[in-house]
């Protein structure tokens, strides 16, 4: 057969879910691939890069797509449940899934707009008037997006511990703190008035900048912001960064922007995004050269 798309895999990948148990995607590759009855050939066809399978990759992006779209939820990375939503769309037996039936959640089309200019409201994966540059540049900030998801579960999965080692290794990449020994010797220290940890702002300690780093669910209130910024005032502080994985309301950045101290809020999908930018957490799988003409090569002397 054809090799399945992911627009071929997201129906039977939700109806795989129906059960109400937890899948994880290692077994729905096999159980799926045995489905569509694939021969070995098809199940190990590799990317250009020879890094993934066809098929796997497919079906992650199926995945990304259904968890956008609320049809799943991740309840661990690499483990997924259907959800409500899942479920009534299933009793709508539609025929297949697709971008025109995720477009119709208001969560997918954010994510899909994500991706394109504001003033581009064609239906997702219409990109028939788009150049190849225009739709290289989509498709790469859609890849950046899904990974971007995916590094918030893995940063879900760990342990606190972990997540203060993860915020120090970023701060570092992005020139703060000295050397790593200097560092860790003041990043950590939970409970100390509400202040989580302080790091230099350069190699050479000129100033400092005081750091709250909460894994949470929940959105950052005002009143998380308001103790934020008393423990500053106690300090004397005058510069602070708190660091989420989850959000912060409007009356937070609100109360953030409205007070003399310099406050950096980080929430969960800027956090994810500097970790991509800065290579933490993240490794290069393939990197791709786009050249054009070189003018002055070409003019007579």
Known sequence: MTMPT??????PFLQRLADGNVHSLKELHQVLADQMQLDEEERTRQLPSGLQSIFYNRLGW??????????????????????????TLLLQKPPRIDMCILSQ??????????????????IPDDN?????????????QELRNALADELLQQIADQSPKFFEHLVLDLLLKMGYGGSREDAAQVVG????????????????????????????????????IQGFIGALQLKGAHKGIFITT????ATARDVATRIGNRIVL????????????????????????????????FVEG
């Open 128 to 140: 028939n008037d788009k150049t190849p540059r225009e739709m290289l540049h989509n498709y790469y």
């Open 6 to 11: 992911y627009k071929d895999i997201m129906l």
């Open 189 to 224: 220290k939970s409970g100390d008035e509400g202040i989580d940890g302080i790091i230099k702002e350069d190699r050479l300690g000129l100033d400092v900048i005081y750091v709250q780093a909460k894994r949470w669910k929940n959105s950052v209130r005002s009143p998380d």
């Open 62 to 87: 199926a995945r990304t797509y259904l968890k956008k779209a609320l049809l799943i939820e991740a309840i661990a990375s690499g483990q997924f449940r259907i959800t409500e939503r899942g479920r």
């Open 266 to 297: 980080i929430d969960g999908t800027q956090l994810a995004q500097l970790m991509i930018d800065y290579g933490v957490g993240v490794t290069t799988e393939t990197i791709y050269e786009i050249k054009r003409i070189d003018s002055d090569y």
């Open 246 to 249: 989850s959000a912060f309301t």
């Open 105 to 122: 959640f208001p969560e997918f089309r954010e994510f899909k707009q994500q991706v394109r200019p504001k003033d581009d409201q064609s």
